[in-house]
Structure formats: C-alpha cells, structure tokens
C-alpha cells in the first residue's frame, strides 16, 4: 500500500504520454523544446518547494499511501514525479487549447485587419 499514490502519478503520466502520442501535443511535436520546456518547470517548483520547506512552509506529510523515500529534507520521492506531472498536463493542456482556439476561431479577411497608423507624428 505504500507505493499506491507513486502508481497513481504513474498511471496520470502514463496517460499524459498517450495523449501527447495521440495528438502530438509535446513531445511528439518537438522532443527537444518539449524537454526543455519540463526540465525548467520541474526545477522551477523544486526550487519553488525548496523555499517553502527553507521557510517552513511545506513540510512532507505522513501517509500510508506513500514510499516514505524521502529524495531531501522534507521532499518525499512522489514529489518529482508530481511535478512532472504538473507540467506535462500544463504543456498538454496549453498545446490542446490553443489548437482549439484557432479551430474555432472565425477567419479573418484582410478587411478585418486594419492596417497600422504610420501618421508618424505628423500633423493632421
């Protein structure tokens, strides 16, 4: 029972993989901006966590549900895969939207884009 919640967040990024495979969300669609872009986010909220644990605002909660593999002071093994989790379902999401905006969006006619001012501080 204590590797329960790390299975789950393998099971959720299991699921994040198929979806991008799928749609080409992420990594499917650049491999290498994709991984730059979650190696970032992941030590972004690391870091984020670190100041919280250094400040004493986060500190790591006794579950049965989890290894109890603590990877530092106060940051449980689950964490990781946590964050990673966060941020490909983030990237997921944000790709996925943005295809359906721009799916749904009505098109747009070159009379519909006004052209820009160039009065440049003449006066009228």
Do not use: K
């Given at each position: 029972?204590?590797?329960?919640y ?8 299991t ?5 991008d495979?799928?749609?080409h ?5 650049d ?12 030590l ?37 895969f946590?964050?990673?989790l ?14 359906m ?13 006004p052209?820009p ?8």
């Amino acid at each position: 029972m204590g590797v329960l919640y790390l299975l789950g967040l393998l099971v959720a990024l299991t699921g994040m993989v198929l979806l991008d495979r799928r749609f080409h969300l992420f990594f499917w669609r650049d491999a290498r901006r994709a991984a730059i872009v979650l190696a970032v986010g992941v030590l972004f909220f690391l870091g984020w966590d670190a100041a919280g644990i250094n400040l004493g605002i986060f500190f790591r909660g006794e579950t049965s549900f989890m290894t109890g593999i603590v990877v530092a002071r106060e940051l449980p093994l689950e964490e990781l895969f946590f964050l990673a989790l966060l941020c490909y379902l983030t990237m997921n999401l944000f790709t996925a939207v943005g295809r359906m905006l721009e799916r749904f969006a009505p098109e747009r006619t070159a009379a519909e884009h006004p052209e820009p001012r160039r009065d440049h501080g003449e006066a009228s």
